[in-house]
């Protein structure tokens, strides 16, 4: 059970703040159906993360690596984005002093997005709405429906099927003709310096940062939240199961994230 005092409090920091910070992880989405990294069910239990996320990995061995990012493009691309990604969509629209920052390559964010602005900015209008470049997620870790092109660096959306069959069939270049590799931040390379710039100014200048569905164990995302917290500001946490960022958060709430931040974040009320 929830400590029913525990959410009133965090509910109470969340709605008289401005500057809002909501870093997520792999926990947000698991209530759509993709599959988190660590614990019992999680994408490692049968793939060691040094065998597949890393670029050695890829060296080694690309074809086995592009089969599993096929693999995960698949089944992410028939997942829908939940309560938690709709909570969250609509604070950033709303609140311009709101930012999210994400682990995540899925494109849940993205998508509950432009459900909440078609619904909110532009009612009835079937043309796609103009997002907000603010209400953007940061995203950290890349995308899974994005590729880069290992001879000219390029960078492309790419949401196709990965035809893993055989190294000859992998996915090339349109440019150069070099293999492509998934867009996304492996183990052991840096994060692309103007989004960690962004994220860090985010997380420094913040009132509150809300922590959702992380295992808190990847840098420099886990540091995030020491940054809010030493620059005054508070922590709070929403996930199932304890994390090294328990013991800095003033709150830590017990419980998934699509139950809980819809009320939490109590967005439905305003205006
Ligand atoms: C729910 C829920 C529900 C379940 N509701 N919750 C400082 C200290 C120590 C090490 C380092 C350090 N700084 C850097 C490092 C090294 C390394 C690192 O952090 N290693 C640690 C593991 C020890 N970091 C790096 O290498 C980073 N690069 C870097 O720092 O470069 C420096 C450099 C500079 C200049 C030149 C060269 C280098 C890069 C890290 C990249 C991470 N990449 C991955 C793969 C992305 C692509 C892909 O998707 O395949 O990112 S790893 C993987 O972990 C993925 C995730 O984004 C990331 C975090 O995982 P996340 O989101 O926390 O998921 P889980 O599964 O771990 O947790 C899920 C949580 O949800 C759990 O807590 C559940 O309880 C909860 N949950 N259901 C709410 N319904
Ligand atoms: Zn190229």
């Known amino acids: 059970m929830h400590d029913q005092d525990e959410i009133d409090h965090a509910r109470r920091l969340l709605a008289s703040a401005r500057r809002i910070l909501i ?10 159906g993709v599959p988190t990294f660590r614990g019992p069910e999680g994408l490692w239990k049968s793939h060691r993360p ?5 670029p050695e990995a890829f060296q080694a061995d690309p074809r086995l690596v592009w ?8 089944r992410v691309g028939a997942c829908r984005p939940n309560a938690a990604h709709a909570a969250i969509a609509r604070l950033t629209l709303r609140n311009p002093d709101a930012r ?3 682990q995540n390559v899925d494109g849940l964010h993205e998508l509950a997005l432009e459900e909440a602005a078609s619904e ?6 079937s043309a796609a709405p103009n997002l907000p470049h603010r209400a953007l997620p940061i995203r950290l870790h890349g995308s899974l429906f994005r590729a880069r092109c290992t001879g000219c660096d390029v960078r492309t959306p790419d949401r196709a099927p990965v035809d893993a069959t055989s190294e000859a069939t992998l996915p090339r270049c349109g440019k150069c003709g070099a293999m492509l590799r998934p867009d996304v931040v492996w183990f052991g390379e840096g994060l692309d310096p103007e989004i960690l710039r962004e994220a860090t100014e985010s997380a420094e200048t913040a009132e ?4 959702v569905g992380t ?7 886990a540091s995030l939240p020491l940054l809010t917290k030493e620059s005054g500001g508070v922590v709070l946490e929403v996930n199932p199961e304890s994390t090294p960022l328990t013991e800095i958060a003033l709150a830590s709430i017990r419980g998934r994230a699509g139950q809980l931040l819809p009320s939490l974040l109590a967005v439905e009320a305003e205006s």
Not at 67 to 74: K, L
């Open 23 to 32: 870093l997520t992880g792999a926990g947000v989405s698991a209530e759509s």
């Open 50 to 54: 040094e065998a597949l996320a890393t």
């Open 67 to 74: 089969e599993w990012y096929g693999w995960r493009r698949e």
């Open 100 to 102: 999210l920052v994400t």
């Open 120 to 125: 909110e900015l532009s009612p009835g209008d």
């Open 208 to 211: 509150v940062c809300l922590v």
């Open 215 to 221: 295992s808190g164990l990847v840098h420099p995302a």
